[in-house]
């Protein structure tokens, strides 16, 4: 029993891990398309991104730049493309038009040329980019890529200074806190952010060992934790990976006795953000119970 839950709640952690791309990972597979698509005489020119923030557009067209130029592209310098720009009047908050990408791209003497715009869907962006042969006039690559939210990402739109902080929610679990028995726990809990990856908060569980037959105990913990955020698929600050430490009381109510043992343990999970609604697979260990699997889900704001 203790394998298959452990062998579970790894199996969502890494589901949730690996589910997003930040915009870093996505530049490398446009790289290699845009590679793989051209030959080693080919001269590229690579142009401003139609973007809702000219950092994110700059930032692409220089990342893309850096990494064809790796992978062994001739590629047209900016000092050159800024001059093209200012005798065609190309503005930057207008989606560039194929004639008008051709027309740059011979006055630089380039054989192809690299454009295309980011639009904001579904909290993920899309970025369209079109690769454009200038003998032909035709498409050599058009394509779509799509990247999640991230701490890089919304800096660059101008929004990183604003994130959740302060999260409640709910959870469920199952722990064991003796070699016999099991038992079924829910509680509440609340966290705070002090910083991009560490907040501190509390918890209470309360739990009732269902398959005691000989006697009838409940125990309440009060506790206190400390979250570490130690990565982020996603680049949210407050999400992601985690550990945790926790310390407090469990309170245990056995028949009519009341007993209050020091509660101290650590554990971890990940915290999977949907704007500002989340949930989390979570495992827990220490004394005086042994280990606890749960999930929890709660708001942010």
């Given at each position: 029993m203790k394998k298959k839950l452990l062998a579970f709640t790894f199996s969502l952690l890494c589901s949730f891990g690996f589910a997003q791309e930040k915009i870093d990972s996505i530049m490398l597979k446009v790289a290699d398309d845009v590679t793989s698509k051209c030959n080693s005489k080919t001269i590229l020119c690579i142009l401003d991104f139609n973007s809702p923030s000219k950092d994110l557009s700059e930032y692409i067209?220089?990342?893309?730049?850096?990494?064809?130029t790796e992978n062994g592209m001739k590629v047209v310098t900016r000092s050159n493309m800024n001059k093209v720009d200012t005798e065609l009047n190309y503005q930057l908050s207008g989606f560039i038009s194929d004639e008008t990408?051709?027309?740059?791209?011979?006055?630089?003497?380039?054989?192809?040329?690299?454009?295309?715009?980011?639009?904001?869907l579904?909290?993920?962006?899309?970025?369209?980019?079109?690769?454009?042969?200038?003998?032909?006039?035709?498409y050599i690559l058009f394509k779509t890529y799509v990247f999640s939210r991230s701490s890089k990402s919304e800096q660059l739109l101008g929004r990183a200074a604003n994130y959740y902080k302060t999260s409640i929610g709910i959870c469920a679990e199952v722990n064991k806190n003796s070699i016999s028995y099991v038992a079924p726990a829910a509680g509440i809990y609340f966290d705070y952010s002090f910083f991009r990856k560490i907040s501190l908060g509390g918890k209470l569980i309360a739990s009732y060992d269902a398959f005691e037959k000989e006697n009838t105990v409940y125990s309440l913990e009060p506790l206190a934790a400390l979250r570490v955020?130690?990565?982020?698929?996603?680049?949210?600050?407050?999400?992601?990976?985690?550990?945790?430490?926790?310390?407090?009381?469990?309170?245990?109510?056995?028949?009519?006795?009341?007993?209050?043992?020091?509660?101290?343990?650590?554990?971890?999970?990940?915290?999977?953000?949907?704007d500002s609604f989340y949930i989390e697979p979570m495992?827990?260990?220490?004394?005086?119970?042994?280990?606890?699997?749960?999930?929890?889900?709660?708001?942010?704001?």
């Open positions: 067209q220089t990342e893309l730049t850096s990494q064809v990408a051709l027309s740059i791209c011979k006055r630089l003497g380039a054989n192809a040329i690299v454009f295309g715009q980011i639009k904001e579904d909290n993920k962006y899309n970025l369209q980019v079109r690769l454009l042969d200038v003998e032909t006039a035709s955020y130690l990565v982020s698929p996603g680049g949210e600050p407050s999400t992601g990976f985690y550990i945790e430490g926790t310390g407090g009381a469990d309170i245990i109510f056995s028949n009519e006795n009341v007993y209050t043992v020091f509660d101290a343990g650590g554990g971890f999970g990940f915290r999977k953000e949907f495992v827990r260990f220490g004394y005086p119970y042994i280990f606890a699997v749960g999930f929890g889900t709660g708001l942010r704001f």
